[in-house]
């Protein structure tokens, strides 16, 4: 059976399932699917970020010590520490919780939204810690996020500021 679904359509049960999703960058011409369309990974090995895009399971611990799952874009070694590649995402049964916003910076409705994922406050999300669930070349993904990000101004590729929002 071919499983073919959007990132921003994973559930807890997927992650479950598969814990690397590759893009289906090389079917983007296949009606129905698009960028954002993805595909079960199943490749022994370790992930190797330089071979194509990936969202890899991660492993989330909130403030409040609250362990969650979501994923991950593992990046190449240039840009491990971009958030805007890496693009930490917790998945709940509820929805998807981005923390990283590009350009558009998050309204309070947005945020309120996103509380409401987690039935949380933000003292008891932040800081949140994550974590890369399976090997990857280079080592772990992780990091810390201290709110909700979005890029004030872009100038060059890695050079844009990055504001954080509660």
């Keep these: 059976m071919q499983v073919r679904k959007q990132v921003y359509e994973l559930t807890p049960d997927d992650l479950a399932s598969f814990s690397v999703w590759e893009f289906c960058l090389d079917e983007e011409g296949v009606e129905g699917q ?60 509820n929805g998807q919780l981005m923390f990283w916003n590009g350009l558009l910076k998050p309204t309070r409705a947005n945020l309120d939204e996103n509380y409401g994922l987690l039935d949380k406050s933000a003292s008891e999300v932040f800081p949140v810690r994550y974590r890369s669930a399976v090997e990857i070349e280079g080592g772990p993904v992780e990091g810390t996020i201290g709110g909700f990000l979005y890029c004030r101004k872009k100038k060059l590729r890695r050079d844009y500021v990055v504001e954080l929002v509660k």
């Design 34 to 93: 698009d960028e954002a369309t993805v595909r079960p990974y199943e490749k022994l090995g370790k992930v190797d970020p330089a071979t194509g895009m990936f969202a890899v399971k991660a492993l989330f611990t909130l403030a409040d010590n609250t362990e969650l799952t979501g994923y991950l874009t593992p990046p190449i070694e240039a840009d491990r520490e971009d958030i805007g590649i890496i693009q930490p995402i917790i998945v709940t049964g």
